[in-house]
């Protein structure tokens, strides 16, 4: 805050400027800033960029060009924090693919960028992601969130069997499962066990964010 | 800045050589053999010294080609309408066109559908929502809410002009009619802008007492004009389309030639206003194919000479609703008018034909001007936009475009979006209350009417002085008995 680097930083997300974001960051550590800061306001950054988008006034390739830009900054600031030996405060964990099946990638993109920019940690299983991957990733990672994505009604039933399999693994207690993409419906969310159903990328960040909160 | 399009592509045509010269023969020949009647002393005595043969008794000018010919020649090609602030300007020929507001007579109730009086207050008000609307170029002063309930007949061209020009810092109109053409040149003069003079010569072949007396004000005064004969086929002009263009063409150079008698160089807009008749029940058909028709057929005519069109019909209803045959029946049209190549092409507000009128229509109109607009512009291709190199990188799938910097940079450029119309997925619209075109339009109306105004507004001496025009044109009128 206050500082010319950060404001320097913080533009760079405004212009989606990824390479300058990266050497703004290295310049900021270099400098002494507290990465935690330097984060949080970049995100708040981000996060008024994403109310800009809620209002219909900046539009996708904004949002995740902003956010993309931010992932520029990221690793930086986590280095110097792991560095440091400081702790920053994670907004949660998610698993997100898009399912078997199904090569749908924008939408599952979408979702994983702006939950990133949210402060979330992601690890992003792919496209055409089978039950098997699905599960060995929870089982792994013990995200909180496991997101799924599909485009097609016809593959739309492989959300269903990862949430089988997950109960048949004795993990579905533990975690949240989220789901979207075009041939979802709130209902067949419901019907298949879902926890939540967003029909966008920004409602579904806070979907994930409001599940969290309950717990 | 008013926006204008400029049409990047070949347009629209539908005769051939033969065909247009067959028409334009035909015009020469009306104008020589018939001719016209004119209902004005001192225009018969300017087309008597001119060469024309006329019969003073009779009201018949006969005009020979050679003399239509050379006062077509008179006619600027492009010239610039000059607006109070100069972005609201507009740049009139070649392959530009603007969009504007479309004249109808009353308010319609949008609830019930039915015919509503208006006020001078809802007149503001809608001005002030077509300064806001980005794709309109240009208002109307007169030729919409006509019967206000707080404006004596007589007085509603003046009283509308100052509203235009209160409201509005656009080019707008004014018609000839009971010395209000003067009126709305002295308004104009004080708003420091120029002002279009919509000039309707009566079919067939007529041109009336005031259409000529507003034509010596306006030429004498170097403001633009519209030539607009509003013929119905089968009924003022015959059925046909060849011999409606020839006998619309003949009105409107008649026209065209007195202004330019009366002062060389007159700025024209060859308008276009024919309807085929409804022949079940004898009324213009507005929104009719034939319209369409006529207005490319119009275009292509006058091209042949450069002198700009204007299409005055080029996007009306039948439909008494903002409803799904308004939306196919103007957008038709608009979409025929552009592509053939109207320079000024008036769509905004008119709900049915010429006879109702809304502010709503008007922001769902200027979604559909804003679509065709885009579209007039075409493509570029270059190394950048061909994206061959990004092609190369994003290579097949999971790779997508949607992160690119390219894309930040030209998606807004190459494509239209539009505010009001509704592109929301399913789930989205039924969580946001299952809204339509018209609940969205409505919103930005109110909010229009609200929060804008016209910038630079006028001051407060050019709005005194505007009150005192207006306070000499009612005692004028008072005088005449006529209020």
Known sequence: ?215 | MVKGYTRNFKPLELLNEDQVKAIWNGTFEILETTGVRVEHEKALDLFESNGCSVDTAGKRVRIPSWLAEQCIGKTPKSFLINARDPGSSLRMGGNRTYFGQNASMSKVNIDTWEVAKSTLQEHSDAIRVMDALDNLAFTLGYEYYMDMVDVPSVMVMAEGVASAVRNSTKITSAGPSYDAEKYSLEIAKVAGTDIILEEAPSPPLTLPEDFCEGTFSFAEACMPMTMVSGSVMGGTGPATFAGSAASNNAEVLAGLCLAQLIKPGSKILAGDFVYPMNMGNGSPDFGAMGVGLHIAIHNQLWRRYDIPTMSGQAAYSNSKKIDWQNGAEKSLMLFASALSGTNYLSIHGSVFGELTWHPVQAVVDDEICGWVGRFLEGIEVNDDTLALDLIHKVGPVPGHFLKTAHTRKWWRHEQFTPSTFDRTSIPEWIKRGKPDILSHAKQKVDRLIAEHKPEPPLSDDQNKEIDEILKRARRDYEQKGLI
Do not use: C, W
Request: aromatic share 4%.
């Open chain 1, 1 to 215: 805050m206050g500082s010319d680097t950060t404001t320097k930083l913080k533009l760079a997300i405004e212009e989606y400027d990824k390479e300058s974001a990266e050497t703004l960051a290295k310049q900021a550590m270099s400098e002494g800033l507290n990465p935690i800061e330097v984060i949080n306001d970049l995100i708040s950054v981000i996060s008024r960029i994403g109310d800009d988008f809620g209002k219909g006034e900046l539009f996708l390739p904004d949002l995740i060009g902003a956010a993309d830009a931010l992932q520029g900054a990221m690793p930086v600031l986590e280095e110097e924090i792991a560095k440091k030996g400081l702790k920053r405060e994670k907004v949660g964990s998610v698993v997100i693919g898009t399912v078997f099946g199904d090569i749908h990638n924008i939408g599952k993109d979408m979702v994983g960028t702006l939950l990133m920019a949210e402060g979330f940690d992601v690890h992003d299983l792919g496209i055409n992601v089978t039950a098997d991957t699905f599960i060995g990733a929870v089982k792994e990672q013990n995200p909180d969130i496991l997101a799924m994505s599909s485009l097609l009604t016809t593959t739309a039933y492989e959300q269903e069997k990862v949430i089988k399999e997950l109960d048949k693994s004795g993990l579905r207690s533990h975690i949240k499962v989220i789901v979207g993409g075009g041939a979802i419906t709130d209902d067949f969310a419901q019907k298949i066990g879902a926890d939540g159903y967003e029909p966008t990328a920004v409602e579904a960040v806070k979907l994930a964010k409001r599940l969290l909160k309950e717990g």
